[in-house]
Protein backbone atom coordinates (compact mmCIF):
# COMPACT_ATOMS: atom_id res chain seq x y z
CA UNK A 1 0.00 0.00 0.00
CA UNK A 2 1.79 3.27 -1.83
CA UNK A 3 -0.13 5.45 1.65
CA UNK A 4 1.75 3.50 4.25
CA UNK A 5 4.89 3.89 2.43
CA UNK A 6 4.08 7.94 2.09
CA UNK A 7 3.60 7.56 5.80
CA UNK A 8 6.85 6.43 7.04
CA UNK A 9 8.20 9.17 4.48
CA UNK A 10 5.78 11.72 6.34
CA UNK A 11 6.76 11.32 9.55
CA UNK A 12 10.47 11.48 8.20
CA UNK A 13 9.86 14.54 6.50
CA UNK A 14 8.50 15.92 9.57
CA UNK A 15 10.61 15.24 12.20
CA UNK A 16 13.24 16.76 9.39
CA UNK A 17 11.84 19.87 9.51
CA UNK A 18 10.99 20.07 12.95
CA UNK A 19 7.54 20.42 12.98
CA UNK A 20 5.27 18.39 15.72
CA UNK A 21 5.46 15.07 15.15
CA UNK A 22 2.69 13.79 15.64
CA UNK A 23 -0.20 16.01 15.18
CA UNK A 24 -2.63 13.47 14.29
CA UNK A 25 -2.26 13.18 11.06
CA UNK A 26 -0.50 10.81 10.22
CA UNK A 27 -2.20 7.94 11.74
CA UNK A 28 -5.67 9.20 11.63
CA UNK A 29 -5.93 7.56 8.62
CA UNK A 30 -6.00 4.29 10.62
CA UNK A 31 -8.56 4.44 13.82
CA UNK A 32 -7.69 1.31 15.30
CA UNK A 33 -11.48 -0.25 15.55
CA UNK A 34 -13.15 3.14 13.46
CA UNK A 35 -14.27 0.56 10.74
CA UNK A 36 -16.76 -2.07 12.49
CA UNK A 37 -19.63 -3.48 10.46
CA UNK A 38 -22.50 -1.34 10.74
CA UNK A 39 -21.53 1.43 12.55
CA UNK A 40 -23.36 4.50 11.70
CA UNK A 41 -26.83 4.76 10.55
CA UNK A 42 -27.74 0.82 10.83
CA UNK A 43 -31.31 0.43 12.31
CA UNK A 44 -32.06 -2.12 15.38
CA UNK A 45 -32.60 -4.93 13.92
CA UNK A 46 -29.47 -4.29 11.80
CA UNK A 47 -27.37 -4.18 14.61
CA UNK A 48 -29.12 -6.99 16.25
CA UNK A 49 -28.21 -9.11 13.51
CA UNK A 50 -24.51 -8.06 13.21
CA UNK A 51 -24.01 -8.74 16.65
CA UNK A 52 -25.31 -11.88 15.73
CA UNK A 53 -23.21 -12.43 12.96
CA UNK A 54 -20.34 -11.24 15.20
CA UNK A 55 -20.51 -13.58 17.62
CA UNK A 56 -20.57 -16.57 15.20
CA UNK A 57 -17.85 -14.82 13.50
CA UNK A 58 -15.88 -14.69 17.10
CA UNK A 59 -16.53 -18.31 17.69
CA UNK A 60 -15.55 -19.34 14.35
CA UNK A 61 -12.76 -17.83 14.44
CA UNK A 62 -11.46 -18.41 17.91
CA UNK A 63 -11.71 -22.41 17.28
CA UNK A 64 -9.38 -21.95 13.27
CA UNK A 65 -7.00 -19.94 15.95
CA UNK A 66 -6.95 -22.55 18.26
CA UNK A 67 -7.08 -25.80 16.01
CA UNK A 68 -3.64 -23.75 13.97
CA UNK A 69 -2.58 -22.81 17.84
CA UNK A 70 -2.09 -19.56 16.71
CA UNK A 71 -0.83 -17.22 20.41
CA UNK A 72 -0.59 -13.54 21.20
CA UNK A 73 3.50 -12.97 20.40
CA UNK A 74 5.84 -13.40 23.22
CA UNK A 75 8.08 -10.07 23.79
CA UNK A 76 11.02 -11.43 26.16
CA UNK A 77 12.40 -9.29 28.48
CA UNK A 78 16.13 -8.59 27.96
CA UNK A 79 18.82 -8.12 30.18
CA UNK A 80 19.26 -4.13 30.14
CA UNK A 81 23.13 -3.82 30.35
CA UNK A 82 22.97 -5.63 27.22
CA UNK A 83 20.47 -3.77 25.77
CA UNK A 84 22.03 -0.34 26.36
CA UNK A 85 25.33 -1.28 24.96
CA UNK A 86 23.25 -3.12 21.65
CA UNK A 87 21.80 -0.16 21.10
CA UNK A 88 25.03 1.84 20.76
CA UNK A 89 26.23 -0.17 18.61
CA UNK A 90 23.38 -0.87 16.52
CA UNK A 91 23.47 2.90 15.72
CA UNK A 92 26.78 3.34 15.42
CA UNK A 93 28.60 3.60 12.36
CA UNK A 94 31.88 2.60 13.60
CA UNK A 95 30.58 -0.65 12.89
CA UNK A 96 31.23 -0.37 9.06
CA UNK A 97 34.47 -0.64 7.31
CA UNK A 98 34.22 3.14 5.96
CA UNK A 99 32.30 4.44 9.24
CA UNK A 100 29.26 5.57 6.89
CA UNK A 101 26.59 2.75 7.64
CA UNK A 102 25.57 1.78 10.99
CA UNK A 103 22.68 -1.59 10.96
CA UNK A 104 20.22 1.54 12.27
CA UNK A 105 20.80 2.88 8.46
CA UNK A 106 18.96 0.48 6.59
CA UNK A 107 16.75 -0.58 10.26
CA UNK A 108 15.41 2.34 11.07
CA UNK A 109 12.53 3.04 13.78
CA UNK A 110 12.15 6.21 11.41
CA UNK A 111 10.81 3.76 8.67
CA UNK A 112 9.61 0.85 10.96
CA UNK A 113 12.61 -1.03 11.18
CA UNK A 114 12.89 -1.32 7.56
CA UNK A 115 14.33 1.18 4.94
CA UNK A 116 11.26 2.06 3.02
CA UNK A 117 12.97 1.09 -0.30
CA UNK A 118 12.63 -2.09 -2.99
CA UNK A 119 16.79 -2.16 -2.72
CA UNK A 120 18.53 -0.53 -0.52
CA UNK A 121 22.26 1.14 -0.64
CA UNK A 122 24.87 0.48 1.78
CA UNK A 123 28.50 1.40 2.41
CA UNK A 124 30.02 3.88 0.06
CA UNK A 125 27.14 6.39 0.16
CA UNK A 126 27.36 10.36 -0.15
CA UNK A 127 24.93 11.30 2.02
CA UNK A 128 26.63 10.03 5.42
CA UNK A 129 24.81 10.03 8.41
CA UNK A 130 21.17 9.90 6.46
CA UNK A 131 18.92 6.77 6.85
CA UNK A 132 18.46 4.50 3.65
CA UNK A 133 15.65 6.57 1.90
CA UNK A 134 17.87 9.66 2.11
CA UNK A 135 20.58 8.26 0.60
CA UNK A 136 22.96 8.84 -2.25
CA UNK A 137 24.31 5.39 -4.20
CA UNK A 138 27.81 6.21 -3.85
CA UNK A 139 29.75 5.84 -7.76
CA UNK A 140 30.01 2.54 -9.07
CA UNK A 141 28.28 0.91 -5.64
CA UNK A 142 25.07 -1.21 -6.58
CA UNK A 143 21.88 -1.82 -4.81
CA UNK A 144 22.40 -4.40 -1.94
CA UNK A 145 20.33 -7.34 -3.94
CA UNK A 146 17.56 -8.11 -1.26
CA UNK A 147 15.02 -5.78 0.50
CA UNK A 148 15.58 -5.05 3.76
CA UNK A 149 13.40 -6.67 5.94
CA UNK A 150 11.86 -5.56 9.18
CA UNK A 151 13.10 -6.85 12.18
CA UNK A 152 9.66 -6.84 14.53
CA UNK A 153 9.41 -9.19 17.27
CA UNK A 154 12.76 -11.47 15.86
CA UNK A 155 13.54 -11.75 19.60
CA UNK A 156 10.38 -14.42 19.86
CA UNK A 157 11.86 -17.81 21.18
CA UNK A 158 9.73 -19.29 18.13
CA UNK A 159 12.61 -18.14 15.72
CA UNK A 160 15.10 -20.74 14.70
CA UNK A 161 15.49 -18.91 11.26
CA UNK A 162 16.79 -15.95 9.56
CA UNK A 163 17.17 -14.18 6.62
CA UNK A 164 15.45 -14.24 3.15
CA UNK A 165 16.81 -17.47 2.17
CA UNK A 166 17.41 -19.09 5.48
CA UNK A 167 21.11 -19.34 5.03
CA UNK A 168 21.25 -18.90 8.72
CA UNK A 169 19.10 -21.47 11.52
CA UNK A 170 19.24 -22.84 14.42
CA UNK A 171 17.30 -26.16 14.89
CA UNK A 172 17.40 -28.94 17.64
CA UNK A 173 20.77 -27.41 18.91
CA UNK A 174 21.96 -27.33 15.11
CA UNK A 175 23.51 -24.47 13.75
CA UNK A 176 24.04 -23.17 10.04
CA UNK A 177 25.39 -20.13 9.10
CA UNK A 178 27.38 -18.75 6.39
CA UNK A 179 30.69 -19.08 8.58
CA UNK A 180 30.59 -22.49 9.06
CA UNK A 181 33.60 -23.87 11.74
CA UNK A 182 34.18 -20.09 11.86
CA UNK A 183 31.37 -19.38 14.15
CA UNK A 184 31.72 -18.55 17.64
CA UNK A 185 29.77 -20.83 20.16
CA UNK A 186 28.37 -18.88 22.54
CA UNK A 187 25.79 -17.66 19.90
CA UNK A 188 22.67 -19.25 20.65
CA UNK A 189 19.64 -17.47 18.35
CA UNK A 190 18.81 -16.71 14.80
CA UNK A 191 18.93 -13.17 15.85
CA UNK A 192 22.29 -13.01 17.48
CA UNK A 193 24.04 -15.17 14.45
CA UNK A 194 22.44 -12.87 12.21
CA UNK A 195 24.41 -10.06 13.54
CA UNK A 196 27.24 -11.28 12.86
CA UNK A 197 27.18 -10.98 9.24
CA UNK A 198 26.11 -7.61 7.90
CA UNK A 199 29.77 -5.92 9.42
CA UNK A 200 31.10 -9.21 6.78
CA UNK A 201 29.22 -8.43 3.78
CA UNK A 202 31.04 -6.01 1.16
CA UNK A 203 28.16 -3.86 -0.37
CA UNK A 204 26.16 -3.78 3.48
CA UNK A 205 28.74 -2.55 5.79
CA UNK A 206 32.75 -3.61 4.91
CA UNK A 207 33.45 -1.67 2.17
CA UNK A 208 35.71 -3.05 -1.31
CA UNK A 209 38.88 -3.27 -1.77
CA UNK A 210 39.45 0.11 -3.18
CA UNK A 211 38.33 1.64 -0.10
CA UNK A 212 41.60 0.38 2.22
CA UNK A 213 43.70 3.50 0.81
CA UNK A 214 41.00 5.41 3.05
CA UNK A 215 41.77 4.06 6.13
CA UNK A 216 39.31 0.82 5.97
CA UNK A 217 41.22 -1.81 7.20
CA UNK A 218 38.26 -4.04 7.34
CA UNK A 219 37.90 -3.78 3.41
CA UNK A 220 41.51 -5.71 3.64
CA UNK A 221 40.46 -8.94 4.88
CA UNK A 222 39.83 -12.05 2.48
CA UNK A 223 36.06 -12.74 2.40
CA UNK A 224 36.45 -15.70 3.93
CA UNK A 225 38.28 -15.02 6.98
CA UNK A 226 35.19 -14.37 9.14
CA UNK A 227 37.25 -14.69 12.00
CA UNK A 228 39.96 -11.79 11.29
CA UNK A 229 36.68 -9.32 9.69
CA UNK A 230 35.46 -9.65 13.15
CA UNK A 231 38.34 -9.61 15.61
CA UNK A 232 39.89 -6.19 13.47
CA UNK A 233 36.47 -4.87 14.22
CA UNK A 234 36.07 -5.12 17.98
CA UNK A 235 39.81 -3.76 18.40
CA UNK A 236 38.19 -1.10 16.93
CA UNK A 237 35.63 -0.69 19.24
CA UNK A 238 37.98 -1.87 22.77
CA UNK A 239 39.96 1.06 21.54
CA UNK A 240 36.97 3.35 22.66
CA UNK A 241 37.25 3.58 26.50
CA UNK A 242 33.18 4.30 26.53
CA UNK A 243 32.43 0.98 24.64
CA UNK A 244 34.87 -1.13 27.01
CA UNK A 245 33.35 -0.01 29.96
CA UNK A 246 29.79 -0.71 28.04
CA UNK A 247 31.40 -4.75 27.17
CA UNK A 248 32.05 -4.78 30.84
CA UNK A 249 28.96 -4.27 32.39
CA UNK A 250 26.91 -5.87 29.53
CA UNK A 251 29.33 -9.03 30.62
CA UNK A 252 30.58 -9.13 33.88
CA UNK A 253 31.40 -12.28 33.85
CA UNK A 254 33.75 -12.44 30.61
CA UNK A 255 37.21 -11.16 30.66
CA UNK A 256 38.32 -8.44 29.14
CA UNK A 257 40.34 -10.75 26.62
CA UNK A 258 38.12 -13.23 26.29
CA UNK A 259 35.38 -10.67 24.50
CA UNK A 260 34.93 -11.19 20.93
CA UNK A 261 32.65 -9.61 18.04
CA UNK A 262 29.78 -12.55 19.01
CA UNK A 263 29.31 -10.74 22.02
CA UNK A 264 28.35 -7.32 20.20
CA UNK A 265 26.16 -9.49 18.38
CA UNK A 266 24.66 -11.06 21.52
CA UNK A 267 24.25 -7.23 23.03
CA UNK A 268 22.91 -6.50 19.61
CA UNK A 269 19.93 -9.09 19.11
CA UNK A 270 19.60 -8.16 22.79
CA UNK A 271 18.68 -4.69 21.56
CA UNK A 272 16.74 -5.66 18.38
CA UNK A 273 14.71 -7.69 20.68
CA UNK A 274 13.78 -5.15 23.13
CA UNK A 275 13.14 -2.49 20.65
CA UNK A 276 11.24 -3.65 17.79
CA UNK A 277 9.64 -6.63 20.40
CA UNK A 278 5.77 -4.90 20.84
CA UNK A 279 3.04 -7.38 21.03
CA UNK A 280 -0.35 -5.33 21.38
CA UNK A 281 -1.01 -5.29 17.81
CA UNK A 282 -5.11 -5.64 17.66
CA UNK A 283 -5.05 -9.17 16.62
CA UNK A 284 -2.77 -9.61 19.56
CA UNK A 285 -4.78 -8.17 21.97
CA UNK A 286 -7.81 -10.44 20.36
CA UNK A 287 -5.28 -13.39 20.99
CA UNK A 288 -5.27 -12.35 24.90
CA UNK A 289 -8.77 -12.33 25.34
CA UNK A 290 -10.33 -9.10 24.01
CA UNK A 291 -13.28 -9.72 21.68
CA UNK A 292 -13.40 -5.84 21.13
CA UNK A 293 -10.06 -5.41 19.48
CA UNK A 294 -10.39 -6.65 15.49
CA UNK A 295 -13.15 -4.87 13.91
CA UNK A 296 -15.97 -7.22 11.93
CA UNK A 297 -13.93 -6.16 8.88
CA UNK A 298 -10.93 -7.59 10.71
CA UNK A 299 -12.42 -10.71 11.89
CA UNK A 300 -13.71 -11.42 8.12
CA UNK A 301 -10.28 -10.92 6.75
CA UNK A 302 -9.09 -13.36 9.69
CA UNK A 303 -11.58 -16.20 8.89
CA UNK A 304 -10.39 -15.74 5.21
CA UNK A 305 -6.54 -15.82 6.22
CA UNK A 306 -7.72 -18.89 8.21
CA UNK A 307 -9.89 -20.46 6.26
CA UNK A 308 -11.43 -20.45 2.61
CA UNK A 309 -7.84 -18.27 1.66
CA UNK A 310 -5.52 -20.54 3.23
CA UNK A 311 -3.12 -18.17 3.83
CA UNK A 312 -2.28 -19.83 7.08
CA UNK A 313 -1.24 -22.70 5.12
CA UNK A 314 2.55 -20.45 4.67
CA UNK A 315 1.53 -18.01 6.91
CA UNK A 316 1.40 -20.31 10.24
CA UNK A 317 1.23 -20.24 13.75
CA UNK A 318 2.10 -17.12 15.62
CA UNK A 319 4.77 -15.70 13.96
CA UNK A 320 2.39 -15.95 11.09
CA UNK A 321 5.35 -17.94 9.14
CA UNK A 322 6.06 -21.70 8.85
CA UNK A 323 9.46 -20.53 8.37
CA UNK A 324 9.88 -22.69 5.07
CA UNK A 325 10.54 -21.65 1.55
CA UNK A 326 8.21 -21.17 -1.12
CA UNK A 327 8.17 -20.12 -4.39
CA UNK A 328 6.17 -16.98 -5.53
CA UNK A 329 7.13 -15.76 -8.78
CA UNK A 330 7.87 -12.68 -7.77
CA UNK A 331 9.20 -10.23 -10.25
CA UNK A 332 12.80 -10.44 -10.28
CA UNK A 333 15.05 -6.95 -10.13
CA UNK A 334 18.17 -5.00 -8.81
CA UNK A 335 21.84 -6.87 -9.29
CA UNK A 336 20.68 -10.21 -8.24
CA UNK A 337 22.38 -12.61 -5.83
CA UNK A 338 24.02 -14.79 -9.10
CA UNK A 339 27.09 -13.06 -10.45
CA UNK A 340 26.52 -14.93 -13.97
CA UNK A 341 22.71 -14.19 -14.27
CA UNK A 342 21.90 -11.50 -12.58
CA UNK A 343 19.50 -13.36 -10.68
CA UNK A 344 18.19 -13.98 -7.26
CA UNK A 345 17.65 -18.34 -7.15
CA UNK A 346 16.38 -17.76 -3.32
CA UNK A 347 16.98 -20.82 -1.05
CA UNK A 348 18.57 -22.51 -4.42
CA UNK A 349 21.88 -20.70 -3.63
CA UNK A 350 22.12 -22.02 -0.02
CA UNK A 351 20.98 -25.55 -0.79
CA UNK A 352 21.72 -26.29 -4.16
CA UNK A 353 18.50 -28.42 -4.78
CA UNK A 354 16.60 -27.84 -8.02
CA UNK A 355 13.30 -28.09 -5.71
CA UNK A 356 14.30 -24.69 -4.04
CA UNK A 357 14.42 -22.60 -7.11
CA UNK A 358 12.89 -19.13 -7.00
CA UNK A 359 11.75 -20.22 -3.15
CA UNK A 360 12.10 -17.40 -0.39
CA UNK A 361 11.38 -17.60 3.53
CA UNK A 362 7.82 -16.94 4.05
CA UNK A 363 8.03 -13.37 5.82
CA UNK A 364 5.99 -12.70 9.04
CA UNK A 365 3.42 -10.10 9.00
CA UNK A 366 3.34 -8.05 12.29
CA UNK A 367 3.47 -4.29 11.24
CA UNK A 368 3.30 -5.39 7.87
CA UNK A 369 1.17 -2.61 7.03
CA UNK A 370 4.29 -0.11 7.60
CA UNK A 371 7.15 -2.05 6.41
CA UNK A 372 6.89 -1.64 2.53
CA UNK A 373 7.62 -2.32 -0.59
CA UNK A 374 7.10 -5.86 -0.04
CA UNK A 375 8.80 -9.16 -0.92
CA UNK A 376 11.85 -10.44 -1.07
CA UNK A 377 13.27 -7.46 -3.38
CA UNK A 378 10.31 -5.25 -2.68
CA UNK A 379 8.71 -5.63 -6.24
CA UNK A 380 5.67 -4.19 -4.67
CA UNK A 381 4.69 -1.06 -3.31
CA UNK A 382 1.33 -1.79 -2.89
CA UNK A 383 0.15 -3.99 -0.43
CA UNK A 384 -3.43 -4.95 -2.15
CA UNK A 385 -1.20 -5.76 -5.27
CA UNK A 386 0.81 -8.30 -2.87
CA UNK A 387 -2.55 -9.78 -2.28
CA UNK A 388 -3.75 -9.98 -5.56
CA UNK A 389 -0.72 -11.10 -6.60
CA UNK A 390 -0.97 -14.55 -4.25
CA UNK A 391 -4.26 -14.81 -5.73
CA UNK A 392 -3.49 -15.15 -9.10
CA UNK A 393 0.49 -14.85 -9.94
CA UNK A 394 0.27 -15.53 -13.83
CA UNK A 395 -1.78 -12.75 -14.42
CA UNK A 396 0.08 -10.07 -11.62
CA UNK A 397 3.54 -11.02 -13.90
CA UNK A 398 1.86 -10.45 -16.88
CA UNK A 399 0.28 -6.78 -15.53
CA UNK A 400 3.91 -6.28 -13.64
CA UNK A 401 3.90 -2.47 -14.13
CA UNK A 402 7.62 -1.21 -12.68
CA UNK A 403 6.50 2.65 -12.97
CA UNK A 404 3.57 2.01 -10.47
CA UNK A 405 5.23 -0.70 -8.15
CA UNK A 406 8.93 0.95 -7.94
CA UNK A 407 9.47 4.73 -7.10
CA UNK A 408 13.13 4.13 -7.05
CA UNK A 409 13.53 5.96 -11.12
CA UNK A 410 17.40 4.18 -11.08
CA UNK A 411 15.79 0.48 -9.74
CA UNK A 412 13.05 0.22 -12.82
CA UNK A 413 14.93 -0.12 -15.48
CA UNK A 414 16.76 -2.85 -13.38
CA UNK A 415 13.41 -5.11 -13.05
CA UNK A 416 14.41 -8.34 -15.75
CA UNK A 417 11.43 -8.78 -18.15
CA UNK A 418 11.83 -11.87 -19.71
CA UNK A 419 8.95 -13.95 -21.03
CA UNK A 420 10.97 -17.08 -20.23
CA UNK A 421 12.26 -16.14 -17.04
CA UNK A 422 7.87 -15.84 -15.76
CA UNK A 423 7.32 -19.10 -17.14
CA UNK A 424 10.67 -20.68 -15.63
CA UNK A 425 9.40 -19.55 -12.17
CA UNK A 426 5.75 -19.84 -12.72
CA UNK A 427 6.58 -24.16 -13.60
CA UNK A 428 7.27 -23.83 -9.67
CA UNK A 429 5.02 -21.73 -8.47
CA UNK A 430 2.92 -22.61 -5.11
CA UNK A 431 0.37 -20.22 -5.16
CA UNK A 432 -2.16 -18.42 -7.22
CA UNK A 433 -5.58 -20.19 -7.96
CA UNK A 434 -7.68 -18.34 -6.00
CA UNK A 435 -10.38 -14.84 -7.02
CA UNK A 436 -9.60 -12.54 -5.00
CA UNK A 437 -12.44 -10.45 -5.72
CA UNK A 438 -12.46 -6.56 -4.44
CA UNK A 439 -14.15 -7.76 -1.05
CA UNK A 440 -11.72 -10.35 -0.39
CA UNK A 441 -8.77 -8.29 -0.93
CA UNK A 442 -10.67 -5.04 1.63
CA UNK A 443 -11.56 -7.65 4.33
CA UNK A 444 -7.32 -8.96 4.34
CA UNK A 445 -6.01 -5.78 3.61
CA UNK A 446 -8.50 -5.11 7.20
CA UNK A 447 -6.65 -8.17 9.12
CA UNK A 448 -3.17 -7.53 7.76
CA UNK A 449 -3.92 -3.37 9.66
CA UNK A 450 -5.06 -5.76 12.75
CA UNK A 451 -1.54 -6.46 13.19
CA UNK A 452 0.06 -3.37 13.43
CA UNK A 453 0.69 -1.96 17.52
CA UNK A 454 -1.08 1.39 17.52
CA UNK A 455 1.05 4.56 17.53
CA UNK A 456 3.94 2.63 16.11
CA UNK A 457 6.11 5.19 15.17
CA UNK A 458 5.63 7.50 18.55
CA UNK A 459 6.55 4.73 20.32
CA UNK A 460 9.53 3.87 18.41
CA UNK A 461 11.24 7.08 19.30
CA UNK A 462 12.85 6.34 22.47
CA UNK A 463 14.96 3.72 20.51
CA UNK A 464 16.84 6.50 18.78
CA UNK A 465 19.57 7.10 21.22
CA UNK A 466 21.09 10.96 21.93
CA UNK A 467 24.61 10.03 21.06
CA UNK A 468 26.89 7.09 20.50
CA UNK A 469 30.37 5.92 21.88
CA UNK A 470 32.19 6.94 18.46
CA UNK A 471 30.27 10.11 17.81
CA UNK A 472 29.26 8.71 14.44
CA UNK A 473 25.87 8.63 15.15
CA UNK A 474 23.29 7.17 12.74
CA UNK A 475 20.42 9.90 13.48
CA UNK A 476 18.75 9.52 9.96
CA UNK A 477 18.02 12.97 10.13
CA UNK A 478 19.30 15.24 7.09
CA UNK A 479 20.58 18.47 7.99
CA UNK A 480 18.12 21.00 6.99
CA UNK A 481 18.26 25.19 6.95
C1 LIG B 1 22.79 -1.78 3.70
C2 LIG B 1 21.61 -2.17 4.40
C3 LIG B 1 21.72 -3.04 5.64
C4 LIG B 1 22.52 -2.87 6.75
C5 LIG B 1 23.54 -1.81 6.98
C6 LIG B 1 22.14 -3.90 7.68
N1 LIG B 1 21.13 -4.66 7.16
FE1 LIG B 1 20.10 -6.10 8.09
N2 LIG B 1 19.34 -6.69 6.37
C7 LIG B 1 19.48 -6.03 5.17
C8 LIG B 1 19.00 -6.88 4.09
C9 LIG B 1 18.99 -6.52 2.62
C10 LIG B 1 18.59 -8.08 4.69
C11 LIG B 1 18.05 -9.33 3.97
C12 LIG B 1 19.25 -10.10 3.42
C13 LIG B 1 18.86 -11.49 2.98
O1 LIG B 1 17.89 -12.04 3.52
O2 LIG B 1 19.55 -12.05 2.13
C14 LIG B 1 18.80 -7.92 6.12
C15 LIG B 1 18.44 -8.87 7.08
C16 LIG B 1 18.50 -8.64 8.45
C17 LIG B 1 17.90 -9.46 9.46
C18 LIG B 1 17.12 -10.75 9.23
C19 LIG B 1 15.67 -10.61 9.49
C20 LIG B 1 14.94 -11.89 9.21
O3 LIG B 1 13.75 -11.93 9.38
O4 LIG B 1 15.54 -12.88 8.79
C21 LIG B 1 18.21 -8.90 10.67
C22 LIG B 1 17.80 -9.37 12.04
C23 LIG B 1 19.05 -7.76 10.40
N3 LIG B 1 19.17 -7.61 9.04
C24 LIG B 1 19.69 -7.00 11.35
C25 LIG B 1 20.79 -6.18 11.04
C26 LIG B 1 21.83 -5.78 11.96
C27 LIG B 1 21.89 -6.18 13.42
C28 LIG B 1 22.70 -4.99 11.27
C29 LIG B 1 24.00 -4.37 11.75
C30 LIG B 1 24.97 -5.29 12.33
C31 LIG B 1 22.18 -4.89 9.92
N4 LIG B 1 21.05 -5.66 9.81
C32 LIG B 1 22.73 -4.10 8.92
C33 LIG B 1 19.98 -4.77 5.01
C34 LIG B 1 20.88 -4.20 5.90
C1 LIG C 1 2.46 -21.00 -0.41
C2 LIG C 1 2.80 -20.22 0.76
C3 LIG C 1 2.07 -18.92 0.96
C4 LIG C 1 0.71 -18.70 1.03
C5 LIG C 1 -0.41 -19.70 0.91
C6 LIG C 1 0.54 -17.28 1.29
N1 LIG C 1 1.77 -16.67 1.35
FE1 LIG C 1 2.09 -14.70 1.61
N2 LIG C 1 4.06 -14.99 1.24
C7 LIG C 1 4.67 -16.20 1.06
C8 LIG C 1 6.06 -15.99 0.69
C9 LIG C 1 7.08 -17.09 0.43
C10 LIG C 1 6.25 -14.62 0.60
C11 LIG C 1 7.54 -13.91 0.17
C12 LIG C 1 7.77 -14.17 -1.32
C13 LIG C 1 8.98 -13.48 -1.89
O1 LIG C 1 9.38 -12.43 -1.39
O2 LIG C 1 9.54 -14.01 -2.87
C14 LIG C 1 4.97 -14.01 0.99
C15 LIG C 1 4.76 -12.65 1.12
C16 LIG C 1 3.61 -12.09 1.66
C17 LIG C 1 3.46 -10.71 2.02
C18 LIG C 1 4.55 -9.63 1.95
C19 LIG C 1 5.25 -9.52 3.28
C20 LIG C 1 6.55 -8.77 3.25
O3 LIG C 1 7.03 -8.44 4.33
O4 LIG C 1 7.12 -8.54 2.18
C21 LIG C 1 2.18 -10.54 2.48
C22 LIG C 1 1.53 -9.27 2.99
C23 LIG C 1 1.54 -11.83 2.40
N3 LIG C 1 2.44 -12.74 1.92
C24 LIG C 1 0.22 -12.08 2.77
C25 LIG C 1 -0.43 -13.26 2.44
C26 LIG C 1 -1.85 -13.42 2.47
C27 LIG C 1 -2.85 -12.35 2.88
C28 LIG C 1 -2.11 -14.69 2.07
C29 LIG C 1 -3.45 -15.34 1.85
C30 LIG C 1 -4.25 -14.70 0.84
C31 LIG C 1 -0.84 -15.34 1.80
N4 LIG C 1 0.15 -14.42 2.03
C32 LIG C 1 -0.68 -16.65 1.43
C33 LIG C 1 4.08 -17.43 1.18
C34 LIG C 1 2.71 -17.63 1.16
Avoid at 459 to 480: F, H, N, Y
Wanted: charged content about 20%; glycine content about 10%.
Amino acid sequence: MRASLFRSLEVILTVAVGATLFGGAVFAAHPRSGNRGNSGAASNQGNSSARENSQGLDSRLLRMLEQHGVEQVDAPVQDSNKVILGQALFFDRILSGNRDTACATCHHPLTASADGLALGVGTGTETVGAVSIFRVRGEGRSFVPRNAPDIFNRGSVNWHTAFWDGRASIKDGVIVSPAGDQLPSELQTPLQIQAMFPVTSRDEMRGELEDVQAGNELAAIDDADFIGIWNALMARLMANEEYRQMFANAFPEVPESSLGFQHAAIAIAAFEAEAFGMNDSPFDQYLAGDREALSHDAKRGAALFYGAANCVSCHSGTLLTDQQHHNLAVPQLGPGKDPTSGLDFGRFGVTGSMSDLFEFRTPPLRNVTTTGPWMHNGAFSSLEDVIRHHGDVGKSLEDYDPSVQIFQSDLREMVVDDESLNEWMLETVDTGDQDFDGNRVHFLMAFLESLTVPNLHERLQWVIPADVPSGLLEDGIPEVD
